[in-house]
């Protein structure tokens, strides 16, 4: 079965530090996807990333930044120059590819990012 | 376009109460789930539908029911609302497995 942890579930720095938030997830799929959500204190959820499990090439999105390493089943977010208006939960999520079904995607717990001032 | 829309923002039921949660999308999505976000839980899957007239259950479906009316409208109804319902909803779609759910702005429900 697939299974999400994000071991952290709150974390608080200062503005302007970096930030890396882990996830490490569980298949059997050799085809699957990965994801990464935020959801500020409004509620609302946020697309940020989505990762094939057949493309394992870092991406960096500005400030945002992902490591993705098969070998060790992980997932990582990695927020530079942080600002309060990262302060967020932020979700990883699993998705096994369906061939005839709907995409069912499995969540980690949250980790709950502060960042002050 | 609006995405992904919900219905209502807020709901107070008392126990033994039934609702229906009203989800649309305008994206021409196949793909409609329900989740329900518990404190620190993460989202959990109900239900979902992976096309037009196809239902199914997802991790947690016990005590709710779901119709997909049309491609873009997918319900979820509480027949007998319990506190241990009282959550944070939220819709989403997807048009195809490979693509990104979109969500809706979510439902806050609380069962007395």
């Known amino acids: 079965a697939q299974k999400v942890t994000q071991a952290q579930t709150e974390i608080s720095v200062v503005e302007k530090e970096d930030v890396t938030l882990d996830c490490v997830y569980e298949t059997r799929d050799t085809t699957y996807y990965l994801f990464w959500y935020k959801q500020p204190p409004s509620g609302e959820l946020v697309f940020l990333i989505r990762r094939n499990s057949f493309d394992e090439q870092n991406e960096i999105s500005g400030r945002y930044s992902w490591n993705f390493q098969k070998s060790t089943s992980s997932f990582n977010f990695t927020i530079t120059a942080s600002q309060v208006v990262d302060s967020a939960v932020y979700f990883c999520a699993l998705s096994e590819a369906q061939i005839q079904g709907a995409q069912k995607l499995v969540f980690g717990q949250g980790t709950r990012l502060t960042i002050n001032p | 376009n609006a995405g992904v829309t919900q219905t209502p923002k807020f709901q107070v039921l008392k126990t033994g109460q039934s609702m229906t949660l009203q989800c649309a999308q305008d994206m021409n999505h196949n793909s409609m789930y329900w989740y329900r976000q518990d404190p620190g839980m993460g989202l959990r899957l109900i239900y979902y539908s992976a096309s037009e007239g196809t239902t199914d259950k997802g991790e947690v479906p016990n005590g709710y029911n779901v119709s997909r009316l049309n491609k873009r409208e997918f319900s979820l109804r509480l027949e007998s609302a319990a506190p241990s319902q009282t959550s944070v909803y939220f819709c989403?779609?997807?048009?195809?497995?490979?693509?990104?759910?979109?969500f809706g702005p979510g439902t806050r429900l609380t069962v007395l």
């Open positions: 989403a779609s997807t048009i195809t497995v490979a693509d990104t759910q979109y």
